[in-house]
């Protein structure tokens, strides 16, 4: 049976006016983004090959429609901007393709897919929740979780391996005459389900330090992963208190936010960097290059973990035009790649 404006109405709650004026394309028309959304999405699922427009009959055979939930709200991401670029290196990545992607809602427990079409797959950017996961699993199986792996045995996933990346930062500063070496973040983060557990970067980097006979504890400073200014408190604490020569003479800070508040600190209590201290960032966004120093940091590749992520999400996609490539699950582990910058140099006891 022939898909109708009718039908399209009766999924929609729009008039078979509005409809047949979006489909179409009308100039005069002023719906909303959402409302356009909706429509189309639906078109698209129910199979409606009508209307005049060119552009409407070209969305509806061509275009696979890709979910995307955030975990962090725009105005936290301001914060940390690493997940804002991620998300816009997947709206690049789908755009290539011709992919058509919409935003979930993500609320406290639950995630909700806003039209009243369904999607063809979710790319889930950070950590969810158990009751966030299962509201996903009901839009849709084909489930890419990026920067987390909750559920390997069902899901998709792209991770970064945060050891070798420590452990490039570590073995670089070694190379460069630096054994004081700090760290500056938090001890403990929620994880993949949003269960408080250990920050893998400190962990890691308090691990391989013992393992070098160099870890000193009083060298890892508890700052928060988005709050610039009490990261930057740490460290204006920690200079204060000790003498220049029972400083370390070097600091791998766990994201850009933290490397930011350690050079505010350093430059207020009259040190230079990386004369008297080195920094080294992680997440390399294009912050790191653009901060004076720009920042030594530890690149993730966010342009390769987002096209990663929307390769795996279309392998596992059925659609009239598309055949499943892949029934198994994967997850990816990207290696990380230390970034050389002017915020680190040579040590030399003075």
């Known amino acids: 049976m022939a898909v109708t404006l009718k039908m399209l109405a009766e999924h929609t709650g ?3 006016a509005t409809i047949s004026r979006v489909l179409n394309n009308d ?49 936290e991401q301001v914060y940390d901007p690493y997940f804002l670029y991620l998300k816009n290196f997947i709206d690049h990545s789908c755009m290539e393709k011709k992919i058509q992607t919409v935003s979930l809602r993500v609320d406290k427990d639950e ?57 490039q930062a570590v073995d670089y500063l070694k190379e460069l005459g630096h054994e004081r070496i700090g760290f500056l973040g ?46 930057e408190s740490a460290l204006e604490l920690h200079l204060r208190t000790r003498e220049r020569e029972d400083l370390p003479t070097a600091m791998i ?12 600190a350093l430059r207020d209590a009259e040190f230079s960097v990386p004369d008297d201290m080195s920094i080294i960032s992680f997440n390399d966004t294009v912050v790191s290059s653009v901060v004076e120093p720009a920042l030594t940091s530890i690149s993730p590749h966010l342009d390769y973990i987002a096209s990663t992520a929307v390769r795996m999400v279309i392998e596992r996609t059925s ?11 994967q997850k ?12 680190t140099s040579r040590w030399e006891e003075k």
């Open 14 to 16: 729009f008039s078979v």
């Open 27 to 75: 100039p005069t028309m002023s719906a909303g983004e959402e409302t356009r959304q909706i429509i189309f999405d639906t078109a698209q699922k129910l199979g409606y090959v009508g209307g005049s427009g060119r552009r409407t009959q070209r969305i509806i055979k061509d275009t696979m429609v890709i979910g995307i939930a955030e975990m962090m709200t725009p105005a």
């Open 111 to 167: 995630v909700h897919l806003l039209s009243a079409a369904g999607i063809d797959g979710i790319i889930a950017i950070g950590y969810f929740s158990k009751g966030q996961i299962q509201s996903m699993q009901r839009i849709s199986r084909n489930i890419v979780f990026l920067d987390s792996s909750p559920d390997e045995l069902h899901y998709d996933s792209v991770v970064i391996n945060f050891d070798l990346g420590i452990q």
């Open 186 to 231: 938090p001890k403990r983060l929620r994880d993949d389900t949003q269960h408080i557990t250990y920050e893998p970067r400190r962990r890691f980097f308090e691990h391989y330090m013992r393992e070098l006979g160099l870890y000193r504890s009083e060298y890892v400073l508890e700052a928060p992963l988005r709050d610039r200014k009490m990261a």
């Open 253 to 264: 800070a766990v994201n850009e936010e933290c490397a930011i508040a350690a050079l505010h």
């Open 319 to 329: 659609t009239p035009s598309h055949p499943l490539e892949r029934k198994y699950p």
């Open 332 to 343: 990816v582990v990207i290696p990380p790649e230390l970034i050389k910058r002017e915020s």
